[in-house]
């Protein structure tokens, strides 16, 4: 988060130390920051690693704090979950990404869109019915349209979770294993659950970065290539930084990749700009 420039997220730099009172003034303007307009998605795109082409997009929460400038999830989201504000937010995050999705389709990008989701959205029964509403209250193509979930979201939720990735895998929407390899859980979910996606966690990108990487660090990738493609699973590398990571990816048979090298998180403009589109 110290990278991003001069709207630094630098105040927050001790975020994971934070006090009770810091927590409790953070809820009290979280559940105004939806109605207050203060919310934003910034976007960052996921490119096919053969042709260099944007295939989607993931959608990336800010919030435009008053006072403290652009934050990071990684500031608030924590406190968003303990105070159940969190449904709210994912609500608003599911149907702007859709609406922007709907628009960029419109302008003649047919690219997909990445959300992301709360463990704690997963145990909402009604959860379904929010990107039901979403979709339908936008007119987006749901077949577009992905929910990154980690693994360990699918363990603390195992009643609820089949369900409902069921229903809305039946409804053409794409289920993303996001931040694939950290999670705790044992792979058989891979089988279980209606998984369209991994996305290789970027400290495992990270690993292979140096000029001559240690073999097994490559081999974890390329096994965890390799399991997807036999599972008929897509594949995203998270985190690529450099062409040389790039190279190696490419040559490991990995389809997408996304990160810095390819582009930082950016406004819904910059993205239409970078895909040839018209903005409004
Ligand atoms: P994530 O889903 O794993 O998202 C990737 C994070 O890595 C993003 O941080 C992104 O800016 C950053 N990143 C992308 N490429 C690179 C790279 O090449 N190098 C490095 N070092 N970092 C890269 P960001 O935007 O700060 O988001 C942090 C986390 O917050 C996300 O991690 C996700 O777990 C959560 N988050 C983001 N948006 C939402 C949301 O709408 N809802 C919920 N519940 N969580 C969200
Ligand atoms: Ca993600
Ligand atoms: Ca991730
Ligand atoms: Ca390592």
Redesign the pocket.
Known sequence: ?KKSGRNTYAFYDDALTINANHKLRLAVELRQCVQNNELAL?Y?PQVDLVTGQIIGV????RWHHPERGLL???HF?EVAEERSI?HD??RW?VETGCQQLKAWHDAGAPISMA????PRNLADVTFVQVVAEALDKTGADPRFLEL?ITENTLIENQANALRVLEQLREKGVGIAI??FGTGYSSMAYLKRYPISKLKID?HFIKDIQSQSPDEEEVAIVSAMIAMADSLGIGVVA????TLHQQAILHELGCTFG????YR??APAADIGELLGVEND
Do not use: F
């Open positions: 988060a910034y960052q993931e959608a990336l929460l990071s999830p990684i989201i969190i937010i994912t995050v959300v992301n989701i709360s990154e996001d931040d970027r998270e985190g690529i930084e996304q990160g810095y090298l930082r998180p």
